[in-house]
């Protein structure tokens, strides 16, 4: 999901929202910015735009206030403003914590609890994307199981003639259309062993009983690699994720 909110956040600063981590409470809004963002809003025949503050210690995509510009645009005013005498920065200092919010130079603080998890622009696009490539993955994972039902020659004079530079397709971050052949082939090549660690699948799925393993590309999709059995290896979960994370 990570990702996802990583992206989300793009589409929302594009959008003219003024997004901001809050580093233990702690965040600056900065006049050029946020001036940037009144335009775009405005051009979107927007009065303006909202503040998000997400939180930087929680994975939690909901873990955000969205303070309406009807609030903040009252808040960010001239008298409040800070100058750094260091770097010349304009910027407004504001503090979040305990659903208060207040902004230096300004006596008091405003509670803000109600606009705690309040909805995103675009947030229901994100939500019937998410919901798409899950489907999209549990479809893929419906011909895999096909694909390793049909006898070997069948598949293998499929994988003869396919594409090997998979389709893609776009739901907030590409995700490829690959060929459960591949997968299939590969899985049956090591037969329950991982090709990495060579030692045997650390369990076996629950619907079926065969060997779990996980199909990796040596050469990943994203770098241009083929989506070819020459290219795909069958490992265990803890190699897989080695493969992706650990050190080389």
Not at 28 to 53: C, D, H, M, Y
Not at 225 to 230: A, L, P, T, Y
Request: charged content about 25%; some cysteine.
């Amino acid at each position: 999901m990570g990702s996802l909110v990583s992206e989300m956040q793009s589409q929302l600063k594009e959008r003219g929202e003024y997004v901001v981590l809050a580093n233990r409470g702690w965040f600056a809004v900065f006049a050029s910015t946020w001036k940037e963002r009144l335009n775009t809003a405005k051009g979107q025949g927007r009065a303006g735009p909202n503040l998000i503050v997400h939180r930087t210690k929680s994975n939690d995509p909901n873990d955000h206030h969205v303070l309406p510009y009807a609030i903040v645009r009252d808040l960010l005013v001239e008298e409040t403003v800070t100058r750094s005498a260091v770097n010349g920065s304009v910027r407004w200092n504001l503090t979040l914590r305990d659903g208060e919010l207040h902004v230096s130079h300004r006596a008091g603080k405003l509670s803000v609890d109600e606009f705690y998890g309040g909805r995103l622009i675009g947030e229901e696009s994100l939500v019937s994307q998410l919901r798409e490539v899950q489907e999209h993955e549990a479809a893929f994972n419906v011909k895999v199981e096909s694909s390793s039902q049909d006898a070997a020659p069948k598949r293998r004079e499929r994988l003869r003639t396919a594409t090997r530079i998979p389709a893609r397709q776009l739901a907030l971050t590409y995700f490829y259309i690959r060929n459960s052949d591949v997968v299939a082939e590969v899985l049956e090549r090591a037969n329950g062993v991982c090709e990495v660690c060579r030692k045997l699948a650390p369990f076996r799925r629950a619907k079926d009983g065969e060997p779990y393993l996980e199909v990796h590309h040596k050469i990943q999709l994203a770098n241009g690699g083929e989506d070819i059995v020459e290219n795909a290896i069958a490992v265990c979960p803890n190699c897989h994720r080695h493969a992706h994370y650990g050190e080389t």
